[in-house]
C-alpha cells in the first residue's frame, strides 16, 4: 500500500538538544511538507519541498532545518534554537498534478 | 492580515441531521479551497477540494459550496452520522506563494 510513514510517533527531547523527525513516502508525489499542529489550532506550515535537493521556508521556519536529498524522504530536525518544539508535528506530500494532500500519522514531540 | 475563520465553538447535532460549517476568508485569492477531516491523534484525511470557478461540490453525504465574493465556503454533512464526529478543517491555496494554509477547524459531535 503506498502511503507516508512518519516516526516516531512519540519523542521526547531535553533541553538544549536536537532532534530529527523521519517522514518517508512511496507515493511518488513530488512536493512534501512539514506542518506543526498546537492544541486546539489549525496546522502552521514550517518548511517545504516541491522538488529534489531544493525546499523554502514556510510560516514558522525559524529553529527548523530540513534537506530533501532524496525524493521519498523529508526529514525535519527541531534545533536548539526552537523555544517552544513541543507540539504535534505532521508531515504531508502532494503530487503537483493531484488533488488533496496525503497526511502522515504524525509525531508528538515534548520538551522534558 | 490574512486570515482563515472558522467557528472554534463545537457543533453538536443530532443523528440524521444535517451538519453545516463555515469557512470564512480574507485578504487571500484562493486558487482553490480544500476540506480535510483529522481525528484526535491522526493526520488530517483529505475530503474534498472546489475550485474558484466553481459553485458547488458534492462527494456521498457531503456537499461543498464556495463564494469568492463572500469570501466563504460551506461544508454539508447531511444524514449525519455519529461516525463523522471529528475536527473539520478548510486549507486555502493560493497560486502566489504556492502553499496551502489551514484554518483552525471546527469539532463536529453527532449524537445517537
Known amino acids: 500500500d503506498g502511503g507516508i510513514t512518519q516516526s516516531p510517533k512519540y519523542l521526547f527531547r531535553k533541553e538544549g538538544q536536537n532532534v530529527t523527525l523521519s517522514c518517508e513516502q512511496n507515493l511518488n508525489h513530488d512536493a512534501m511538507y512539514w506542518y506543526r499542529q498546537d492544541p486546539g489550532q489549525g496546522l502552521r506550515l514550517i518548511y517545504y519541498s516541491q522538488i529534489v535537493n531544493d525546499f523554502q521556508k514556510g510560516d514558522i521556519a525559524e529553529g527548523y532545518s530540513v534537506s530533501r536529498e532524496k525524493k521519498e524522504s523529508f526529514p525535519l530536525t527541531v534545533t536548539s534554537a526552537q523555544k517552544n518544539p513541543t507540539a504535534f508535528y505532521l508531515c504531508a506530500s502532494h503530487s503537483l498534478r493531484g488533488n488533496g494532500y496525503t497526511f502522515g500519522s504524525g509525531t508528538r514531540l515534548t520538551v522534558v | 492580515s490574512q486570515k482563515i475563520e472558522q467557528n472554534s465553538e463545537a457543533l453538536n447535532i443530532q443523528e440524521g441531521k444535517t451538519a453545516t460549517l463555515t469557512c470564512n476568508y480574507t485578504n487571500y485569492s484562493p486558487a482553490y479551497l480544500q476540506w480535510y477531516r483529522q481525528d484526535p491523534g491522526r493526520g488530517p484525511v483529505f475530503l474534498l477540494l472546489?475550485?474558484?470557478?466553481?459553485k458547488e461540490k458534492r462527494k456521498e453525504r457531503l456537499k461543498v459550496t464556495f463564494d469568492t465574493t463572500l469570501k466563504q465556503s460551506l461544508f454539508h454533512i447531511t444524514a449525519s452520522q455519529p461516525a463523522d464526529s471529528a475536527t473539520y478543517l478548510c486549507?486555502?491555496?493560493?497560486?502566489?506563494?504556492?502553499?496551502?494554509?489551514f484554518g483552525g477547524g471546527t469539532r463536529v459531535l453527532v449524537k445517537p
Open positions: 472546489i475550485r474558484e470557478n466553481e
Open positions: 486549507a486555502l491555496f493560493q497560486a502566489a506563494g504556492n502553499k496551502l494554509t
